[in-house]
């Protein structure tokens, strides 16, 4: 068979013009088929869009989440908490972005932003021709909507995903204007790993507002979008660099940047600004965010807490100096390293400026990386036990109320105190008593027998409620759980609330609750529709030492802290002062603590130590005009220390940190007493008291006017004519046997300590070479009292069992010079005694009541214990 034959021209001929006729018809039809497709996706696309759902996110901006910048008082950045998704996050209004950054974006991501409807159909077409000529992806052609699409409701990377990302992105531009888009964008979209949002990325790369960054800093955050991770400078500069200067390119090409501004970019190099530790003053932070620094200031009340300002303040101001911060830091590791031959494991510090009570120096521990150590407490919150700290408050309330001065004379002798477990006899850390000390010598030098006496002349009762108004609200149980040894410290508070007590002495008697915050920037309410965050309200009741008021501020956003109130008086103004010329005292420490301490510095500070019992914490506390130090130097689990006291533990610590703070508020002297209130005289040295001719040694000392107006004559002194030949009183002696000597006259109370100790007390017999004494020998001086020393009224005595001998305790009286013989009256029966005055007692179950009596001596009070 032959093959067949093709059609002729002439066949062709025919055909075309049996079609032409035709031809429109068809060419009408492809064009309609031609539109068809180019517009059914299109139509399909908006009718997608109209059915999808605007985000949340855009719906209820309110809900967005932003890391919060936490600042110090000069603006210095110490942390940035991220948001809830992980991610630093500020928000940025527009407005406030600055050009640079919009035009660059605009030229890097999409140069037809304004004029497209949310998809960009030649930028559609540009890529799919690249697409076939090239067979590969050359160019994208996602718009700047699709990217902020993309970023709200992330969708795989399929056709139908690519196709709900564009209809989506047609909702926003139907919903939202450009500015409100632009700006989505510039806050949503990731601007490197970890980092959502221009501002976030503008303050971590480069430390500054995006509005000051330069044209070539613009650009290179600009870049970022197209691959945060790609592009990440801190893994190489090179590639950033590269799409930076392919982005200024197109700047110029679109007539977005001229020439000389885009050559003077290109030649600029990527600085990244330096970063610090990013761990400034964690303790603090997490107070302040917690709302842990008093009842009030925590997110149950709206206050400065984790749930009202973390996510919703972009920037919170601390009012603590970084400077500071971080010296004192340094200074904690070095104590705890240094002492870790002692059983020291921690150390915490906190630093107050006096006339606002504004944190300066937060440390709760030397690392709060030191999981040995327990590092993650905070000692600046943690109850431990004050020790001596407390002591100047029970004196200054004690002038107050029981009319006593610095000069007051108190007893530092062996003395016992009733508890609800039977008695309690204080000791002085040295192990010694001193007898009769002046008030000042008593508090400079923290004696414990003469703070535990005064705290019984009050009554812990009111002991208590003084130092619960000076803001030591953990001492919240009964008076009686304390008793007096309240006055040693024996209960526990915060370091923070007892250095804030201190900044109330500093402050002339005036509380001022703790602040913790200076300022607040929240999310931009007047930009995006966020409601302001809530007030942190402060609670100006004592022991509630709080984050200050936060309102919010006339600018975008901004909230500041009101001013420093007035505060509330709690102490006597002069007597507030004789405290801390006492504190300020170095030569009447000198007895305990001997020359050049740790308290001693080159500048005036009124300062005190404390150790607790079993030497579980040391504590220094101090302050000059200006500024508050306290410092606990101890063990996060308790344990104790290998001996170390205050002084040798805290004291140092105290010291350098003292040191510190000068630097950033130069010292200066207390103002000096106000000549209307208080007056300086002259006391003596024994008594206190207005010096007479034989006392031997006077003290200037600082006394309220009154109180130094009704100065009695001293009465401890007495000239005593005696035989110069034994040393006995001189009864009918000539005159050449005789001589005068100066003696010290004790009470009841001070004479058995006045005897062991050999102090120069007269004789109390006559010289037989001179014959009687005029009234007899042997008789008490005017106004001689007797007492009962030892038991306490109130004692309790339980029998133990176990036992088989006899079991006693010893009594003891009191007894001033001239008394001879005196009797113990034990449940009405009397019972002969002579020197030293006491007698074994065999306990006997059952009540019991005991005086003392000695002829020409008034008795003491009567007692009552108890025997089970």
Wanted: charged share 25%.
């Amino acid at each position: 068979m032959g093959a067949p034959s093709s059609p002729g021209p002439g066949r062709a001929r025919r055909w075309l013009a049996a079609a032409r006729p035709r031809l429109p018809l068809l060419l009408r039809r492809a064009a309609r088929i031609a539109l068809a497709l180019a517009v059914a996706p299109w139509l399909l696309l908006a009718v997608a869009a109209a059915l999808t759902k605007l985000p949340p996110e855009l719906a209820a901006p309110e809900e967005r989440a932003v890391s919060t910048v936490l600042l110090d008082r000069h603006g210095t950045v110490l942390r940035e908490l991220r948001a809830g998704d992980g991610a630093r996050a500020r928000w940025l209004p527009l407005a406030e972005a600055g050009d640079r950054i919009q035009r660059a974006l605009l030229a890097a991501e999409d140069r037809r932003f304004a004029v497209h409807p949310g998809v960009d159909p030649i930028a559609i077409a540009r890529a799919l021709g690249q697409l076939a000529a090239e067979r590969r992806v050359v160019s994208g052609a996602s718009t700047i909507t699709q990217q902020l699409a993309r970023a709200l409701v992330p969708r795989p990377r399929t056709v139908r995903g690519k196709l709900g990302e564009m209809a989506l992105a047609l909702r926003i531009e139907a919903s939202l204007s450009k500015r409100e888009i632009l700006e989505q964008y510039l806050n949503r979209v990731a601007f490197g790993p970890g980092l959502r949002g221009v501002e976030a990325a503008s303050r971590f790369y480069f430390d500054k507002p995006t509005a000051d960054l330069s044209l070539a800093e613009a650009a290179a955050l600009a870049s970022m979008p197209r691959g945060p991770t790609l592009y990440d400078p801190r893994r190489g500069a090179g590639p950033l660099e590269r799409r930076r200067n392919r982005v200024l390119d197109r700047m110029l090409a679109a007539g977005l940047a001229g020439e000389a501004e885009v050559a003077r970019a290109r030649a600029e190099p990527i600085a990244l600004a330096p970063k610090g530790s990013g761990l400034g003053a964690p303790h603090l932070v997490r107070a302040v965010l917690a709302g842990a620094l008093g009842p009030g200031a925590g997110p149950e009340a709206g206050g400065a807490g984790a749930a009202p300002l973390r996510g919703r303040a972009s920037s919170i101001t601390l009012t603590i100096d970084r400077g500071l911060q971080r010296e004192i830091e340094v200074l904690a590791q070095q104590t705890v390293r240094g002492l870790s031959d002692r059983d020291v494991g921690a150390a915490a510090v906190v630093v107050l400026e006096n006339a606002t009570g504004e944190i300066l120096a937060y440390v709760g521990s030397h690392d709060i990386e030191d999981a040995a150590g327990l590092g993650h407490n905070d000692g600046v919150l943690a109850l431990r036990q004050p020790g001596s700290a407390l002591k100047p408050f029970v004196y200054e309330l004690a002038m107050e109320q029981l009319g006593f001065t610095a000069a007051t004379v108190l007893p530092d002798v062996e003395l016992s105190f009733p508890t609800a477990d039977g008695s309690y006899a204080p000791r002085n850390y040295d192990g010694r008593f001193h007898g009769p000390v002046r008030l000042r010598d008593a508090l400079a030098s923290s004696y414990n027998v003469p703070a535990v006496w005064t705290a019984a002349a009050l009554g812990p009762e009111r002991v208590l409620a003084r130092l619960r108004e000076l803001g030591l609200g953990s001492l919240d149980r009964e008076p009686s759980r304390y008793g007096v040894a309240i006055a040693l410290g024996d209960g526990e508070v915060r370091l923070l609330d007892l250095a804030n007590a201190y900044a109330t002495l500093a402050r002339g008697g005036v509380y001022l609750p703790v602040r913790a915050v200076r300022a607040l920037s929240l999310a931009s309410p007047a930009v995006s529709g966020v409601a302001p965050a809530p007030r942190a309200v402060s609670d100006a009741a004592p022991g509630r030492g709080a984050v200050s008021d936060v309102a919010p501020a006339r600018g975008a956003g901004d909230a500041a802290v009101d001013p420093p109130g007035r505060g509330a008086r709690v102490l006597d103004a002069a007597r507030a002062r004789v405290i801390v010329d006492i504190l300020a005292d170095d030569k009447a420490r000198i007895a305990s603590f001997g020359e050049g301490s740790a308290l001693d510095l080159p500048f005036p500070v009124a300062a005190k130590t404390g150790t607790s019992k079993g030497f579980r914490d040391n504590l220094a506390v101090g302050f000059t005009p200006d500024v508050t130090v306290a410092v606990w130097v101890g063990n996060f689990d308790g344990s104790p220390m290998g001996g170390i006291s205050g002084i040798t533990g805290a004291g140092p610590l105290f010291r350098d940190a003292m040191l510190a703070a000068a630097r950033v508020r130069p010292p200066r002297p207390f103002d000096p007493p106000d000549p209307e209130l208080l007056a300086e005289v002259e006391v003596c040295g024994l008594s206190g008291m207005k010096p007479t001719a034989v006392c031997p040694h006077r003290r200037r000392e600082l006394l309220p006017r009154a109180d130094a107006a009704a100065l009695a004559p001293c009465d401890m002194h007495e000239a005593v004519r005696v035989d110069r030949r034994n040393g006995l009183r001189a009864g009918a002696c000539p005159d050449a046997a005789v001589e005068e000597r100066v003696f010290e006259r004790y009470d009841a109370e001070l004479t058995a300590w006045a005897r062991a100790a050999g102090r120069p007390i007269a004789p109390e017999e006559a010289s037989p070479l001179c014959g009687p004494l005029p009234g007899g020998d042997g008789v008490p001086p005017a106004g001689a009292r007797v007492r009962v020393a030892y038991p306490p009224d109130g004692a309790r005595f339980v029998l133990d069992p176990s036992v088989n001998s006899q079991q006693a305790i010893r009594l003891r009286a009191d007894v001033p010079p001239g008394v001879r013989r005196a009797r113990f009256v034990l449940d009405g029966r009397p019972i002969e005694v002579g020197p030293p005055f006491s007698l074994d007692w065999p306990l006997v179950a059952g009540a019991h009541r005991l005086r003392v009596e000695a002829d020409g001596a008034s008795a003491g009070e009567e007692i009552a214990f108890s025997v089970e």
